[in-house]
């Protein structure tokens, strides 16, 4: 079984500053790892995610993660965010066996101008 | 595609009273996921099916709680009878197999008085 931890449940963030989501996550087995976006009375929406290869993954809207293994974790950075980017943030993780996602709690990111 | 359809987008109900949610999920795909997100859990996994079958639905709460997908184009989850307790946005998404990623629907908010 995989588990997922977000440390921050809000994060309230000015415009044009960068911001940083953290996630931790454990499993017994190789993982695949996830962001999702919720706007407000929306579904969730993939932000970005890694299978393999490189660490480093690009997503949509400016956002990018970096997989770490040896300190399990994947964390979600944004140089500069847009009063739009105000939503919550979900971290994910499914197993190499199967496509069920394991969610952490969210993050709250509310940019200010 | 129009992406994964539910309806209703919103339902209220009184306790005791049987409530279907429905699910379509994007052509061609052949996975298909029920999620509960509240305030207090979080986004939870009730059930989901491979092929029309389902392959793993520990997460359904409890025996008033049950989901069918009779075909690839559709699914229902339907609570009988229903409880104040289950107000809730309830997801559904959908995975084309070896494609990892998750589509959601843009949920349903039941609430039961």
């Known amino acids: 079984a995989q588990s997922v931890t977000q440390l921050d449940s809000q994060v309230p963030v000015f415009e044009e500053a960068p911001v940083e989501l953290r996630c931790n996550y454990s499993?017994?087995?190789?993982?695949?790892l996830f962001w999702y976006v919720q706007y407000p009375n929306q579904g969730l929406q993939l932000l970005l995610k890694y299978l393999s290869g490189s660490t480093l993954v690009k997503g949509i809207n400016g956002f990018e993660a970096e997989f770490n293994k040896s300190q399990t974790s994947f964390h979600l950075r944004k140089p500069s965010v847009h009063i739009s980017d105000t939503a919550e943030y979900f971290c994910a993780v499914s197993s190499s066996n199967d496509y069920k996602l394991s969610f952490g709690a969210g993050t709250t990111v509310t940019v200010r101008a | 595609d129009a992406g994964v359809i539910q309806s209703p987008r919103h339902e209220v109900t009184e306790m005791g009273q049987e409530v279907t949610l429905r699910c379509k999920p994007i052509?061609?795909?052949?996975?298909l996921f029920w999620y509960r997100q509240t305030m207090m859990r979080g986004l939870e996994l009730l059930i989901y099916?491979?092929?029309?079958?389902?392959?793993?639905d520990s997460g359904m709460p409890e025996d008033r709680f049950s989901a069918k997908m009779p075909n690839a184009s559709f699914s229902t989850l339907k609570i009988q009878p229903s409880e104040p307790r289950d107000s809730a946005v309830y997801f559904c998404a959908s995975i084309q197999s070896g494609k990892l990623e998750a589509f959601f629907g843009q949920g349903t908010r039941l609430t039961v008085v």
């Open positions: 052509s061609g795909h052949n996975s």
């Open positions: 099916f491979n092929n029309n079958v389902p392959i793993d």
């Open positions: 499993s017994s087995v190789s993982v695949y």
